[in-house]
């Protein structure tokens, strides 16, 4: 009897006196089904029904409510067994009336009388999430009205438990959580009452750039700020903007160029910007450049997707990666300017999957070194390299979500961050294999992208989203991996990108999608 659709019949056929209208003649007023619900429900109900039978009449309202679901779906029933129906819909539905399904406690005004018979306890898990646990209700009811500081976290009732993850909370917020369990009577029994206060998010300056979406980020010799991004400015447009003593100073790098795309950007050895990008008007892999003290953009590659990155080498040449648009394939391509000019090569290919995120880099030896996360049905995360002139590919997770990083330390390891369904790791390869290892796990689903840096003592420095939409980072600086809470301000911390300063100063851009801007954080 207890399937979700029969439930989801008695909370909604419960829920309040107004809607005993269906069940009575419409000609009888809303206040006066109210008065009769409020008669019955404290005099009848409160007084004369106890014990067995309010069993009876639970499993008697189940049978009634299976019987006019048929009804409703065209089955036939005969005159004599509709009219018993309709008798015992009217008088269940007056009895029924008295309990209420949420709104603080039942709402059937009886809650304060009803002894507490579950245990509740609420631990406050981030500055925007509090998990709460209670023990079962050991009698029959229809559900659970779980209540933060007085009134229903739910419009109807709770049909699993005995534990709930309360997110996107307000951080350094006081919650005050009680369950009540409520069967088709009304309130049948309550826990206690637990108070949590949600944590404070790291001390970390926070300002917000400019709107858009699509950030990259790079640091300059002076170690300021870098930061290539898409906004819409009368067209859908390409942007750079760069921090110094005097504030933010932007520039426009390209327009009309669609309105989704990846951008990435590194400062040269000259101190110029070297900017890659999508246009997705004309389907081109862009680069564009400010070393003349001008913008000037150009095109790097035709038939190009959205996802992109692009590294510099010592010298100044550019080098790129990109999904190439083939039909039910997934094309990725390198582009280099090394030889003076735009030169591209197939590097692997997919079919039935897409690029969805892409990362790049150059050792010492000006060897490329790759990550991709492509995804068909599942998630894949390769790193590919074409140390030996030859590129190899290298499946590092096979259920990944559509994230990934690489870096690479003093000592040419290379290192991998990406990103799960509920949860980020690392991989890196030491001793002719890759060992992996756990980040940080969500509660939920967490964030799409992933960004990583490493400092002068080869420590990882990780920014990415959690399950909470709040921007995390995570750190292995002291041997092992701690985790910050930098901003709870919304649905943040979407497409981070992370650096760091020589002297470990660290700098994250990321997506404020609440307010559709880009936002800067950098650490005390």
């Not at 067995?52 to 779906?73: G, P, S």
């Not at 390198?334 to 990362?359: M, P, T």
């Not at 390299?385 to 330390?409: H, M, T």
Request: proline fraction near 2%; charge should be negative; include cysteine.
């Amino acid at each position: 009897i207890e399937t979700s659709y029969l439930l989801d019949a008695i909370q909604t056929f419960n829920k309040s006196c107004v809607r005993c209208k269906y069940f009575i003649s419409p000609r009888i007023s809303n206040r006066l089904i109210q008065s009769i619900c409020l008669i019955i429900s404290r005099v009848f109900l409160i007084n004369l029904i106890e014990g067995c039978l309010k069993y009876f009449i639970n499993l008697l309202y189940y049978r009634t409510l299976l019987v006019i679901e048929a009804t409703l779906m065209g089955k036939r029933i005969s005159r004599r067994c509709m009219t018993l129906i309709i008798f015992l819909s009217i008088t269940l539905a007056l009895i029924g009336c008295g309990g209420g399904g949420g709104g603080g406690g039942g709402g059937g005004g009886s809650s304060a009388d009803v002894n507490n018979t579950m245990t509740l306890s609420a631990e406050a898990k981030t500055p925007s999430e509090v998990s709460i646990n209670w023990t079962e209700h050991d009698e029959l009811i229809i559900g659970y009205d779980l209540v933060r500081n007085g009134k229903s976290v739910f419009d109807r009732l709770v049909k699993y438990g005995p534990e709930y993850n309360d997110r996107n909370l307000n951080s350094d917020t006081r919650y005050c959580y009680r369950v009540y369990a409520v069967s088709v009577l009304g309130v049948e029994g309550k826990s206690n009452k637990s108070c949590v206060t949600t944590d404070k998010p790291a001390k970390w300056n926070i300002e917000t750039i400019s709107n858009g979406w699509s950030p990259s980020l790079t640091l300059d010799a002076s170690n300021n700020p870098h930061v290539g991004y898409r906004a819409l400015k009368e067209k859908y447009s390409v942007f750079l903007a760069r921090k110094n003593s005097d504030g933010w100073l932007y520039s426009a790098v390209d327009d009309d160029v669609g309105w989704y795309g990846d951008t990435d950007i590194q400062v040269d050895i000259y101190g110029a910007d070297q900017i890659s990008y999508s246009n997705l008007e004309n389907n081109q892999l862009m680069h564009a450049s400010n070393t003349t003290g001008v913008i000037v953009a150009e095109s790097a590659a035709t038939n190009a997707g959205s996802i992109n990155a692009l590294t510099v080498d010592n010298d100044g040449y550019i080098h790129m990666v990109y999904d190439a648009i083939v039909p039910y394939t997934l094309e990725l391509v390198y582009v280099s300017n090394i030889s003076g000019s735009w030169q591209s090569e197939r590097v692997v290919g997919y079919s039935n999957s897409s690029l969805r995120d892409a990362d790049i880099l150059l050792d010492s030896g000006n060897v490329v070194h790759a990550a991709i996360a492509s995804c068909s049905i599942e998630c894949y995360v390769h790193y590919i390299s074409n140390q030996d002139g030859i590129w190899r590919d290298k499946i590092i997770s096979d259920d990944g979500n559509s994230g990934v990083s690489i870096a690479i330390d003093s000592m040419g390891v290379i290192h991998l961050v990406y990103t799960k369904i509920r949860s980020i790791e690392h991989a890196q390869y030491t001793g002719g294999s890759w060992k992996t290892e756990l980040i940080d796990t969500f509660s939920w689903v967490g964030g799409q992208r992933v960004g990583l840096a490493i400092d002068n003592a080869d420590h990882l420095h990780v920014a990415y989203q959690d399950q909470n939409q709040d921007l995390k980072y995570a750190t292995n600086k002291n041997g092992k991996w701690e985790y910050h809470y930098l901003d709870t301000s919304g649905d943040v911390g979407s497409e981070p990108s992370i650096a760091i300063s020589p002297i470990g100063k660290i700098s994250i851009v990321y997506m404020d999608e609440t307010n559709n801007t880009i936002k800067y954080a950098i650490s005390p």
